[in-house]
């Protein structure tokens, strides 16, 4: 049993990182925490913005913190700092660069299958996240404007006139961050922007009164064409002419990746746990972005991982 871990966790975000470190406070022995990209905290380097505020208490939700990891306010900067500061301080035992591939449960024991090779587990805990899968619109996006259609800020140049397609915090700051240096439209198919925590809410009202974004709410888009190498939308009302469109819509579930880990999933395709956040497999636990439906906070993912390894210690 010796190259048998405790605890095996799939995912370096928050609730990953939270886990392990939960786990290596409160006593489990060996813990390996595995992660496909090359660093923890995909979805905050790649998706939010730089210097982007991260609230504790995200969209007003108060939470209070349960176990040993103390998540302040502070910046997209500062979380990454002390989530650096997290692994190197209860030297964690990660590897980065390593995909799982599958999950199966023989003989009591689970059985991590990675480009890394097998590992062995008592406990698995699935912590991935769903922008690493970003909501694509149901219309095709013709193959000759790829290059022009995004789903974060990674391509966008000075100058663009630039569609940013959604109604939540992240379609919001992406608007407002861009219109420093480019004419930009947010378009939202609801007739209001309800979604926003109250700052965002705030901000894009002083953007539009400034005449630094222009909002255009309650029209969809029908499509996307090819008009002389620039992005024709076809919205409900007309088209317009865009050099870019970047959609933040969101993410979906990865029910590829849950199934390989024979995870129970409803009829949505969204896992099944119980109050202990542990699927219908004994002893694979749920935590993080992929346990909320409609988005979640930091804090409460951290929270995730003191329950869960609490509820493993007194089994």
């Known amino acids: 049993m010796e190259n048998v871990y405790d605890l095996i966790i799939i995912g370096g975000g928050p609730g990953g990182i939270g886990s392990a470190v939960e786990a290596n406070v409160l006593g489990l022995k060996k813990v390996l925490m595995i992660e496909k990209m090359d660093n923890h905290s995909h979805t905050i380097r790649k998706f939010y913005k730089d210097q982007k505020r991260v609230d504790k208490d995200w969209q007003g939700q108060a939470v209070d913190l349960e176990g040993n990891v103390e998540f302040t306010?502070?910046?997209k900067e500062s979380t990454l700092d002390y989530f650096d500061r997290l692994l190197d301080d209860e030297s964690i035992d990660t590897r980065f660069n390593c995909a799982v591939e599958k999950v199966e449960k023989i003989d009591g024991l689970f059985h991590v299958t990675s480009g890394c090779g097998t590992d062995l587990a008592k406990n698995i805990i699935v912590?991935?996240?769903r922008m690493g899968k970003p909501n694509k619109p149901s219309y095709k996006i013709p193959a000759s404007l790829r290059q022009q259609v995004n789903f974060n800020l990674d391509k966008c140049s000075n100058g663009e006139k630039i569609l940013v397609v959604g109604g939540g915090d992240t379609a919001v700051e992406y608007a407002c961050d861009l219109s420093s240096t480019n004419?930009?439209?947010l378009n939202y198919r609801r007739e209001e922007l309800t979604r926003p925590n109250p700052t965002n809410q705030e901000m894009i009202s002083e953007?539009?009164?400034n005449d630094?974004?222009?909002v255009r709410l309650g029209v969809d888009i029908e499509g996307l064409e090819n008009m002389h190498?620039?992005?024709?939308?076809n919205f409900t009302?007309?088209?317009?002419?865009?050099d870019r469109v970047i959609y933040a819509i969101g993410g979906t579930t990865p029910?590829?990746?849950?199934?390989?880990?024979n995870i129970p999933l409803d009829e949505t395709g969204e896992p099944i746990f119980d109050e202990n956040y542990e699927s219908g497999v004994d002893g694979m636990y749920i935590a993080g972005d992929i346990a909320f439906k409609s988005g979640g906070s930091i804090a409460i993912a951290l929270n995730h991982g003191y329950r869960i390894v609490t509820h493993i210690l007194s089994k």
């Open 127 to 129: 912590s991935i996240g």
């Open 237 to 242: 009302d007309g088209p317009e002419l865009f």
């Open 255 to 261: 029910v590829d990746f849950l199934k390989s880990c």
């Open 207 to 209: 953007y539009c009164e």
């Open 229 to 233: 190498g620039q992005v024709q939308v």
């Open 212 to 214: 630094a974004v222009r």
């Open 73 to 75: 306010d502070g910046t």
């Open 183 to 185: 004419e930009v439209v």
